[in-house]
């Protein structure tokens, strides 16, 4: 017996056989429209099903009916039945309108990207805020779905206490849907309070944050095990991590900073996951330096480096600072060819090791450059500011006067801010 989340929308009990479906549109180009198809292959494969053919097709513009007009899914159905194929996968998002009518002109599934990628969640997700994220995803995505369909859904006829007017399938299945919804956004508020009071107890401790992010499959979690010994599961596979891992590291010079594992990003990811996902990346957006890992032996590292900062741009942390570190020197000479040309960046071999010093130091050099020395003079009836100031800066310099001491520390934007009120105006 198959056992699924909610909403889960391809099955387990057999590998599936699909027809993958691109559209170039203008802006687009064929080696575009291939290198995404590729990429949903993977996809697919990830999700438990097998590619039987592919397809690519030219247009001015989608159809508004059947994104691929009529006549090309009449060939779509003849494909998929001379394939034997199960589901055919659309490469672009799908309206709900458009999903109906494909699945009466081919006769089987339509479904697109977005439900591949969900499908996939779907099956990764272990935490219990990972199932609620996924599950409340799975809900956004199918609830506008159920339009339309009155007719199949209506249960209003036969039985006792079926008959008079009642309320049609439809509507049920509606509001138990947007119930469930609130339910769910609720039980995740209330994580994300938790998750906040948890983010202010360390700022208390002044531990600075590092996030992790990149393409699935970049390498970040075995990066986290290599630095941290975090014994985090790592496979070959996408969208393995779904819940983040925060982990203490040690840096060059003794600062200890916190590094935090994140969701890997994709190609056209989901903006229902994004949304759903949004409080896990907080840690993101909250970071003092994002490291981000690519995969230097990937066939298209560039549009695998703009598709992460499209997603960075939609979470709000765009503006944070990032060190762009290219790994898998191990398995290509690409990836050190990739690192030469972009400034800053570093090269690095998760799995062996090499370059992670360097990265380190280099990661320790750019929070230092954060901060800086500032003044301050500080009376000596309040002690429990220089005690503070001696535990969350680097003093340099300390001269005791009569009335207070004056320190020379170096400090962080936050901590200038926190001890604003005694920095030496002009110093």
């Known amino acids: 017996m198959t056992t699924q989340l909610p909403g889960t929308l391809i099955t387990r009990e057999f590998r599936e056989r699909i027809v993958l479906v691109g559209v170039v549109l203008p802006g687009t180009d064929v080696e575009e429209v291939e290198a995404n198809l590729d990429e949903l292959a993977l996809l697919v494969d990830t999700a438990g099903a097998d590619v039987a053919a592919r397809t690519v097709q030219r247009r001015t513009r989608p159809d508004p009916a059947t994104f691929v007009g009529r006549g090309k899914a009449h060939e779509l159905a003849a494909i998929a039945e001379e394939v034997d194929a199960d589901t055919v996968v659309f490469d672009d998002e799908l309206s709900p309108a458009q999903q109906r009518n494909l699945e009466k002109l081919l006769g089987r599934t339509a479904i697109d990207r977005t439900a591949v990628i969900l499908d996939i ?33 209506s249960q209003q006829a036969g039985g006792i206490g079926t008959r008079g007017p009642g309320e049609t399938q ?27 009071l948890q983010r202010r107890s ?4 002044r531990l600075r944050e590092i ?16 630095l941290t010994d975090a014994g985090v599961p790592v496979e070959d596979r996408l969208f393995v991590t779904l819940d983040p891992r925060t982990r203490q590291l040690a840096l060059p010079g003794g600062e200890t900073v916190l590094v ?26 909250l970071a003092d330096l994002l490291v981000h890992v690519v995969d230097g032996s990937a066939s298209d590292p560039d549009g695998q480096i703009a598709a992460v900062r499209t997603v960075l741009d939609e979470i709000d942390a765009g503006d944070v600072p990032e060190l762009l570190v290219v790994n898998k020197l191990d398995r290509s000479t690409e990836a050190a060819r990739l690192a030469a040309k972009i400034e800053g960046a570093v090269c690095i071999s998760a799995v062996t090791g090499e ?14 450059m ?37 320190v020379h520390v170096v400090l962080d934007e936050a901590g200038r801010a926190r001890f604003s009120e005694f920095v030496v105006r002009g110093a």
């Open 121 to 153: 969640f779907a099956q990764n997700a272990r935490s219990p805020e990972g199932k609620a994220q996924v599950e409340l995803a799975l809900l956004r995505y199918r609830l506008p779905r159920l339009r339309g369909r009155g007719h199949e859904l």
């Open 370 to 406: 954060r901060d800086r020395i500032v003044e301050l003079a500080i009376p000596w009836a309040r002690g429990d500011v220089l005690a503070a100031v001696h535990r969350e800066g680097e003093v340099v310099e300390q001269e005791d006067g009569d009335d207070g001491a004056r």
């Open 202 to 205: 360390r700022s208390r401790g």
């Open 211 to 226: 996030a992790l992010v990149g393409y699935t499959n970049a390498g970040k979690s075995t990066l986290l095990n290599r």
């Open 260 to 285: 935090t594992d994140t969701v890997g990003f994709v190609r056209k990811l989901p903006h229902e996951l994004v949304e759903a996902f949004r409080s896990t990346l907080d840690s993101v957006r």
């Open 355 to 368: 370059g992670t010093e360097a990265m380190l130091r280099t990661i320790a050099d750019r929070l230092r």
């Open 170 to 196: 439809l509507e049920v299945d509606r509001r138990r849907l947007v119930r469930r919804m609130q339910r769910l956004e609720k039980d995740l508020r209330e994580v994300d309070r938790t998750r906040q």
